[in-house]
């Protein structure tokens, strides 16, 4: 069955958009300023430092889009570009790793503000269970209705894009600027170089840029509609993020931010609209993070079955089955939400005792994933060689700076001293990948 085109331009945009600026810039801004010691002007430079890595990786995934409307989107491009059990075994990672940690961190930072939004108390209980119900409200939305699911997504990303906007400038016009070049000279630092970890969670925030990918068979005219997307809406993060990171900085002071941790953007609304005018903007804050986890949850949905149509997951025949008259693959989705499920708990596991500090179970895999981008933008390089990518520039140097920003993520996600652990189990799943794929799929390539 021929599945029909449901997204234009602008909800591909807007998922970009709205998955990667929703919860991560609200939920760690406070963890970046204890890895620069309160110092803005550290946080501005590794939110650059990290762009380099995003901005120029979606300009070379970008030219990878454009020269396929295969269904998989990053799975594809392994697929077509270094080979079937390579793509399958990531695939497995974004399946039991990747996707289901971030919705869970996702669906708990959802928690957190629906308890600020209805004064509830803030217990782990509580907060893990309004963000699960959460979760299966958005999973059942975007279940029965892939253009609900997309109408949402446009919804949260105009009402967050306008929520940073103003808490930005109502920063800029009420803060300390002084704070800019000030702030953290007074906190004792004994490691110089410990703000480089801040790109582990500043990952975390830009991270869902390739998400759109996993939709590109269901956008239309994909192989220009998707790179304009992969181009504009990491630049337009940049800005934003930046501009709200400062705003938000200098109204609340870094050292405030840090005491206060997730709650610092509710004081933030407080000090400026009061305590009804803070009811309103949680609102907004609350669609904006309801709009990554719409974003991920309907990107998750479709990853089993974009392996599945390749015989790369158990049961694929089944899973890769479309029911007539539905746009999304039923067991796909159940699969996915069955996982997400079990990491939900897990999640709320490691946040009730604190096992973590400081992060969460999402942000190595993010790094991670960065390995695998690191191959694809080789790939690039390696087509230019080829005679088969024109222009230096696209086909050399673009890629080079993406390998480069991607590696200096790497290197900041390794100061997290659970990062070989995780790392381990990523290695885990892979390896069981590559073991299946080889007995079952031998005529994979």
């Not at 939305?141 to 109502?170: D, E, H, P, R, W």
């Not at 590109?216 to 993060?237: C, D, M, Q, R």
């Not at 946040?351 to 993010?366: A, R, T």
């Amino acid at each position: 069955m021929k599945k029909e085109k449901e997204y234009g331009l602008f909800t591909a945009i807007t998922m970009i958009v709205g998955i990667v600026i929703g919860s991560g810039i609200f939920f760690k801004s406070d963890n970046i300023l204890v890895y620069t010691n309160g110092s803005i002007l550290k946080g501005v430079l590794v939110f650059s430092i990290a762009a380099v890595g995003i901005i120029f990786g979606s300009l070379t995934i970008a030219l990878l889009a454009s020269r396929t409307t295969k269904a998989g989107g990053l799975i594809t491009y392994v697929e077509e570009y270094v080979n079937s059990r390579i793509a399958g075994a990531f695939g497995w990672f974004q399946v039991f790793i990747y996707y289901p940690a971030i919705l869970s961190v996702i669906s708990w930072i959802v928690g957190v503000y629906i308890c600020m939004l209805m004064g509830w108390k803030f217990s782990p209980e509580i907060i893990g269970l309004s963000g699960g119900v959460a979760f299966l409200i958005i999973f059942i939305i975007n279940y029965f209705s892939a253009l609900l699911g997309g109408a949402f997504q446009n919804f949260s990303t105009i009402s967050k894009s306008l929520l940073i906007a103003l808490l930005a400038i109502v920063g800029f016009i009420y803060g300390d600027p002084k704070l800019i070049t000030t702030s953290g000279s007074n906190l004792v630092d004994g490691n110089t170089m410990a703000w480089i970890g801040a790109l582990s969670p500043i990952a975390f925030s830009y991270d869902g840029w390739v998400v759109a990918t996993s939709i590109s068979h269901e956008i239309k005219n994909s192989k220009k509609n998707l790179p304009i997307a992969l181009i504009v809406g990491p630049i337009f993060v940049l800005i934003a993020y930046v501009s709200y990171f400062v705003g938000i900085s200098i109204l609340v002071g870094p050292e405030k931010i840090m005491e206060l941790g997730d709650t610092h953007v509710n004081e933030a609304i407080t000090i400026l609209f009061g305590e009804g005018g803070a009811k309103i903007f949680l609102i907004f804050i609350l669609i904006s993070v309801l709009g990554t986890l719409n974003g991920f949850t309907l990107g998750f949905m479709r990853i089993p079955y974009l392996l599945a149509i390749r015989n790369m997951f158990p049961g694929s025949k089944k899973v890769s089955s479309l029911e007539k008259g539905h746009h999304i693959p039923k067991i796909s989705a159940k699969i996915s939400f069955v996982i997400s499920v079990f990491y939900i708990f897990l999640n709320y596991i490691v946040q009730k005792y604190n096992l973590i500090p400081n992060s969460d179970i999402s942000e190595i895999p993010i790094v991670a994933s960065y390995i695998v981008y690191i191959v694809l933008y080789g790939c690039v390089i390696n087509l230019y060689r080829k005679g088969e990518v024109k222009g230096k520039i696209m086909g050399l140097i673009v890629p080079t700076i993406a390998i480069l920003g991607s590696l200096i993520i790497i290197i900041g996600g390794l100061q997290n001293p659970r990062t070989f652990i995780y790392l381990g189990i990523c290695g885990i799943v892979i390896l069981i990948a590559l073991i299946y794929l080889k007995k079952e799929n031998n005529n994979i390539d």
